[in-house]
C-alpha cells in the first residue's frame, strides 16, 4: 500500500507565496518521479511541474519563473513553492507519486486546495 498526502494549501492574496508538500510513504521501494497538477471545476487535470530522481524538472509555461519543485528523495518528499501567485492560479493542487514497489506504480493525493484572492 502506497499513501501520498499533500499539505500546505490555503487562502494567499494575489503576489504573495505559498509552499506545497507531498510526502509518499508505504511500500515503496524508490520514489522514480513526483509531480503537482492542478485543477479547477470543470476543467482537466493539468501538470503544473514535475521533477524525477535524478532531479530533472518540467514546467507547466503558465509558471514557468513563479514556481519552483523540488524534492528530498530520502524522504519520498516533494514540493512546491509558488512565488508572485495569481488569481489565475487558484485551484485544487493534487501531487502524483511516480514508485518503484518493485512494479512501477502511481499514486494520487487527496488534493489541497489554493486559493488566490485579488
Known amino acids: 500500500q502506497v499513501r501520498v498526502v499533500e499539505s500546505g494549501g490555503g487562502l494567499v492574496q494575489a503576489g504573495g507565496s505559498l509552499r506545497l508538500s507531498c510526502v509518499a510513504s508505504?511500500?515503496?521501494?524508490?520514489?522514480?518521479?513526483m509531480g503537482w497538477y492542478r485543477q479547477v471545476p470543470g476543467k482537466q487535470r493539468d501538470l503544473v511541474a514535475s521533477i524525477t530522481s535524478t532531479g530533472r524538472t518540467t514546467y507547466a509555461e503558465s509558471v514557468k519563473g513563479r514556481f519552483t519543485i523540488s524534492r528530498d528523495n530520502a524522504a519520498n518528499a516533494a514540493y512546491l513553492q509558488m512565488n508572485s501567485v495569481k488569481p489565475d492560479d487558484t485551484a485544487k493542487y493534487y501531487c502524483k507519486a511516480s514508485v518503484l514497489t518493485p512494479r512501477l506504480e502511481e499514486y494520487w493525493g487527496q488534493g489541497t486546495q489554493v486559493t488566490i484572492s485579488s
Open positions: 508505504g511500500s515503496i521501494v524508490s520514489v522514480v518521479a
